[in-house]
Antibody, heavy 122, light 113 residues
Framework: QEQLVESGGGEVQPGRSLRLSCAAS????????MNWVRQAPGKRLEWVAV????????YYADSVKGRFTISRDNSKNMIYLEMNSLRPEDTAVYYC???????????????WGQGTLVTVSS | DIVMTQSPDSLAVSLGERATINCKSS????????????LAWYQQKPGQPPKLLIY???TRESGVPDRFSGSGSGTDFTVTISSLQAEDVAVYYC?????????FGQGTKVEIK
């Protein structure tokens, strides 16, 4: 069955960097756009970034633009989120989420990982 | 960005009774060419990731009980739980995928009265 497993979260000081990973299995990974969505404690879901099925297109939320970079390796069925210049307001559970529609950049999220917690604190 | 606003923020419903959650978008999410509303609903239980319930505003995801139904068009949408069960206690979110960035409502917490 389709599965997404995030890793790489942890506690980090403001201004430092962290790299999140998401391992995908159970579907044709190279055919689907992939996203990172985060949720701060007690807050609503916030979309962070999307990468197209082939990695050629990427979009970011204004709140992370210029600091975060999404990438993928279709040979390994992995996506990544490189997070630089981290701020306390980046503290959240980060979810990897798959788009439903084949080769689309905008669609609903039909599969989510369990999430990985990132805490930015001095 | 399209702003999604849900109401109420929370509601308590007796077991077996109907629960209705509303979602309003700041601009239409109806695509006039294909007549589809780019609106999804998710259920999130404590400590779990969101689970897809409904897409295209009214299409139930495979495996979702038929007590869940979605309706609405344009800017106003509703998800209804026709007969609340104990396992339906959760926070429910609407999400538009009409444009990037995709945006979510603030969530509605459903509890048992």
């Amino acid at each position: 069955q389709e599965q997404l497993v995030e890793s790489g979260g942890g506690e980090v000081q403001p201004g430092r960097s962290l790299r999140l990973s998401c391992a995908a299995s159970g579907f044709t990974f190279s055919s689907y756009g992939m996203n990172w969505v985060r949720q701060a404690p007690g807050k609503r879901l916030e979309w962070v970034a999307v990468i197209s099925y082939d990695g050629s297109n990427k979009y970011y939320a204004d709140s992370v633009k210029g600091r975060f970079t999404i990438s993928r390796d279709n040979s390994k069925n992995m996506i990544y989120l490189e997070m630089n210049s981290l701020r306390p307001e980046d503290t959240a559970v980060y979810y990897c989420a798959k788009l439903k529609e084949l080769k689309q950049m905008a669609s609903w999220f039909d599969r989510w990982g369990q999430g990985t917690l990132v805490t930015v604190s001095s | 960005d399209i702003v999604m606003t849900q109401s109420p923020d929370s509601l308590a419903v007796s077991l077996g009774e109907r629960a209705t959650i509303n979602c309003k978008s700041s601009q239409s999410v109806l695509n006039s060419s294909n007549k589809r509303n780019y609106l999804a609903w998710y259920q999130q239980k404590p400590g779990q990731p969101p689970k897809l319930l409904i897409y295209w505003a009214s299409t139930r995801e495979s495996g979702v009980p038929d007590r869940f139904s979605g309706s609405g068009s344009g800017t106003d949408f509703t998800v209804t739980i026709s007969s609340l069960q104990a396992e339906d206690v959760a926070v429910y979110y609407c999400q538009q995928y009409y444009s990037i960035p995709p945006t979510f409502g603030q969530g509605t917490k459903v509890e048992i009265k």
